[in-house]
């Protein structure tokens, strides 16, 4: 398979210069690994475009003098970065109410995202590609609105991957209210004891909004065109 920068260029043939819009959720890491991904395509003479919300941006402004829309060059391409206002106070006590707030970013990301890619066509620099890491799924549904090709990011290890994928496909038993101790047998790996599969998919997590967050990434993988996942076969092999 080749680099990401070929798959865009093979996927979205065009005159204008391939522009990658990367969209993430806010804290630190989120942002780092995207931004990384970032840079690394960008470095290879592509647009990049980094979007996330207002409230991270002020941390990204304050550590990294960064002024938003303003092109940076980073290799033979550049970088700009982009925040948009989610509508709630930084101490709003709403906040912390994860199932809410993630519906709320979900209804204000998808508005704002649609119109970044409206106003960049407008200007002719057509985003080719977006690319979002995990908890923020809806931007498929963005991608999928102006036929762009979509990809995600996971962070996490292939591992883990195959346990929120076999969670949502219902193909392997996890651990329940009733059976709270249930073991869990995954495909080519080691029979996982309760305590050792991801948190958001024990059934105690406080933080049920979250997993379905994750969960919905699983939902529409079908209208991504690739999974982005940082390792290598030495580091996670069959057992």
Same mark, same amino acid.
């Given at each position: ?38 840079? @690394? ?5 592509? @647009? ?12 990204? /402004? ?31 006590? /709403? /906040? ?8 709320? @970013?979900?209804?204000?990301?998808? +508005?704002?995202?649609?119109? @970044?890619? /409206? +106003? ?61 101790? !249930? ?26 909004? !979250?997993?379905?967050?994750? !969960? ?24």
């Amino acid at each position: 398979m080749g680099s990401i920068s070929e798959m865009v260029f093979e996927t979205c043939p065009s005159p204008n210069p391939v522009h990658v819009m990367l969209v993430s959720f806010q804290g630190q890491g989120h942002v780092n690994p995207l931004l990384r991904l970032g840079k @690394l395509i960008a470095s290879k003479g592509l @647009l990049v475009t980094f979007v996330t919300t207002e409230l991270w941006g002020k941390k990204m /402004r304050q550590a990294n003098k960064i002024v938003d829309g303003e092109l940076k060059p980073v290799g033979s391409g550049s970088i700009r970065f982009e925040f948009f206002d989610e509508e709630w106070a930084e101490d709003d006590d /709403r /906040r912390a109410d994860f199932s809410l707030y993630i519906s709320h @970013l979900e209804t204000i990301g998808i +508005r704002e995202v649609s119109k @970044l890619v /409206r +106003r960049y066509e407008e200007e002719n620099e057509p985003v080719s590609c977006l690319i979002n890491n995990p908890f923020i799924p809806w931007v498929c549904h963005v991608a999928e609105e102006f036929n762009i090709p979509c990809a995600v990011l996971w962070v996490q290890s292939c591992a883990c991957f195959s346990a929120y994928y076999h969670y949502q496909d219902g193909s392997v038993s996890f651990p329940t209210e009733t059976e709270s101790d !249930l073991d869990v047998k995954l495909p080519c790996v080691p029979v996982l004891k309760h305590d050792e599969i991801p948190s958001f998919l024990h059934p105690s997590t406080p933080f049920a909004g !979250l997993r379905e967050a994750i !969960l919905g990434q699983f939902k529409n993988l079908s209208k991504s065109f690739c999974v982005l996942v940082d390792s290598f076969d030495a580091l996670e092999q069959e057992w």
